[in-house]
């Protein structure tokens, strides 16, 4: 039963808000300001030109307004020749290909890991949790290395391979294997006949999508979000994921950056994230929080 | 589970020879990039006349920064060689995918790149540059000596670049503001006379000089002009074997930079960002320090009604006869060892700022090469819309041959650059005396010197 105070900060009819619960509303709102203006901000820059931005004022909405940054990324009427939808397109592909494939290969790993006794089983897993310890800085040589000897750059394939396997996916997903998924359920299938690949992709697959979804969107958002290793693998203009794409508008002769085309850039390639966020909300909730409440 | 039913869930061979498969599969993915190694044929000898007439093929690479000065020095080169392929790649981060493909021994790195004077070094030391001796030895007389200089590694006795930009600097001011306060920018003067012109600017409620908060690149930079000023060689010597940052020279630029913000008039902003063009703009700043190349930037990011009414004009001299310039940034244009077409790079280089076409093209830019023949030649007619009818060009010509060749950047002055950035501040404010402060700043780069040696 949902307690009294619960109840009243209800907004409602027969529970009206009361004078703790507007405060309380408005300590919210205080509090979220700071994280939601910088997006405002960059909403009102977007409709500006660069003159207008350069003054040095606080703008608060847009003056004038025009739609010219916007048709430019369009178009592609900057210093790399390519439209905004050529680099979300990109992005798309480089977190689609590293996504899919991972969470196959994780949750794999993962049932073995939680229900499979085999030798090494321990040091692997162990193995698998130490590559989460590394930092990044520490192998970009290497990684850049060996994709250049094997040929792999100005390919996406630097960008999907090595990402496959994470260390963090393996682990979230083996304890969320463990939790949701009982012994007796394994066995179940064992003795219906149903052999390992079989188990997985009857029994297991089903049965953790919610935590699937957790690993997949923050992962996905993650190559989504990938600048330095793009960096490092792409020259081709034509193949540069949205990172890349924004840091074009990063000034170089005219020293001053292009503040209304890059924020322009900034919205449009958020807007896929946002919409993978609103879609797998209610999943990725569920995913976080079925820890906590078992 | 049983451990019986848990042993048939072990993988079979055939599982694993199927897994193996796949990884074969994987590692087969590999995709053919490398171009295999071409020889460019000279067609051009270097007296000018073409001396075999074969047409030159191959194909370079570079990466730099979007709207770069090289992009025009391309199209001036494929006009008079057309089946060369140029791959530029042009991209804001260059610099970091170039430092890890240096760093990985220069496997995938560009054929040509625009470096900085102590990369050069630093590089060219460690064997990661072409050695382009054979081409600098002969015309080596045809350049301005100090920046000749930053292409020869003392450690090797060879050349491993070709001076690009003559990055020499000035005052920029505004006579049209600073006259009506009694103020007169000499071409020849004393830091003890500009000190005071700085003091009779601030009294008029005017701005004078850059300095951020905090000091930043910009004290940096101020610092080492400064240096080369007094006859230093700078943060070490030119082979980088020992520190100099904190010797007499070296102290007494931080004295003078402390001197010039406890004037009163320089301007509390960050380097070229909205409030500092607004305060050009707004006639509050009416004289900076800048370098040469930093005028396309000022054409670019102040009104129109601003162009022609500013002026240039040497830096003061620190001791009598001394230089009346220092050098802030001008790139030396490299080719990496492990280019492909060795023969093709060096012919690009020597056109790109050897000669007259492709100086123009780089002047065209903004940037003014370091080769004699063309300073003394077509760019004496170029006018500039920043300085009106001014004959900055010649001035610029005579500051370049006053350019301090003892006044090295060796590959330490990197992060010497890093640290006196935020450690020549507490100086500046009169927190420390610039002998302590720079003893403090010298310690610490003895600390790392090791490392760049």
Known sequence: MTPPRWRAMHFGRRSPVSLSSAGLLLIAVVIALPFVFPYYSMLVLSFMPRSAIMQPVLHLWPAPWIWENYRRIFVGEWVLDVSIFRAVFNSFVLATGQTIPMLLLCSLLAFLFAKWDFPGRSILFGLSLATMFVPYQVTLVAFYLLVSRLGWLDTFLPLWIPWWVPGFAIFFLRQYITAAIPDDLIDAGLIDGAGLLRQYWSVVLPLIVPGLVVVGVLNFVNAWNDYIYSNLVFSNVRLYPSTLYLYSFQGSRIAVPEYGMMTAASILSSLPIITLFLVFQRQIISGLTRGAIR | ?453
């Open chain 2, 1 to 453: 589970m049983s451990s019986q039913d848990r042993e048939k869930l072990r993988i079979t061979r055939r599982a694993f020879l199927a897994g193996s498969l796949v990884s074969l599969l994987l590692a087969s993915c590999r995709r053919e990039t490398a171009t295999p190694p071409q020889q460019a044929t000279p067609t051009v000898s270097t007296e000018g006349t073409p001396a075999v007439q074969v047409p030159l093929t191959g194909t370079l690479t570079f990466w730099g920064h979007p709207d770069h000065p090289l992009e025009r020095i391309r199209d001036a080169f494929l006009q008079e060689y057309p089946n060369v392929t140029l791959n530029w790649v042009l991209t804001n981060d260059y610099y970091t995918k170039f430092q890890t493909a240096m760093a990985a021994g220069g496997e995938g790195a560009p054929d040509l790149f625009w470096l900085e004077a102590s990369d050069v070094q630093l590089y060219g030391g460690r064997g990661l540059l072409l050695d382009v001796t054979d081409l600098i030895e002969p015309i080596k007389d045809q350049f301005i000596p100090a920046k000749l200089a930053e292409a020869y590694v003392p450690k090797t006795g060879r050349y491993y670049g070709i001076p690009g930009d003559l990055s020499v600097s000035g005052i920029y001011y505004r006579p049209d503001l600073v006259e009506p306060l009694g103020v007169t920018i000499k071409d020849d003067m004393m830091y003890e006379e500009f000190l005071t012109a700085l003091r009779d600017i601030a009294a008029a409620g005017k701005k004078a000089v850059l300095y951020p908060a905090g000091g930043g690149g910009v004290a940096a930079a101020y610092w080492s002009w400064f240096a080369a000023q007094y006859g230093g060689s700078g943060v070490a010597t030119c082979d980088g074997s020992e520190v100099t940052i904190d010797d007499e020279a070296g102290v007494a630029a931080a004295r003078l930079l402390r001197d010039i913000v406890a004037t009163g008039a320089t301007l509390n902003a960050d380097f070229w960002t909205p409030e500092y063009w607004d305060a050009l703009n707004s006639e509050l700043l009416v004289l900076d320090f800048a370098a040469a190349w930093a005028r396309g930037f000022w054409e670019s990011n102040l009104d129109a009604t601003q162009l022609g009414k500013w002026r240039v004009a040497p830096l003061p001299r620190a001791v009598p006869g001394g230089p009346r310039t220092g050098v802030w940034g001008g790139a030396t244009l490299v080719a990496t060892a492990k280019t492909q077409n060795p023969e093709l790079a060096k012919q690009f280089m020597k056109f790109a700022f050897a000669s007259e076409p492709g100086c123009q093209a780089a002047a065209d830019w903004g940037i003014i090469p370091s080769w004699i023949p063309y300073l003394e030649g077509p760019f004496q007619q170029l006018k500039f819309k920043l300085f009106g009818d001014q004959p900055a060009a010649k001035l610029w010509l005579e500051l370049g041959r006053e350019l301090s060749t003892t006044f090295c950047r060796p590959a330490i002055y990197t992060p010497a650059l890093d640290i006196l950035g935020t450690d020549l501040d507490p100086i500046v404010q009169g927190r420390v005396t610039p002998e302590d402060g720079m003893k403090a700043i010298g310690d610490k780069l003895r600390d790392i010197a090791p490392d760049y040696q």
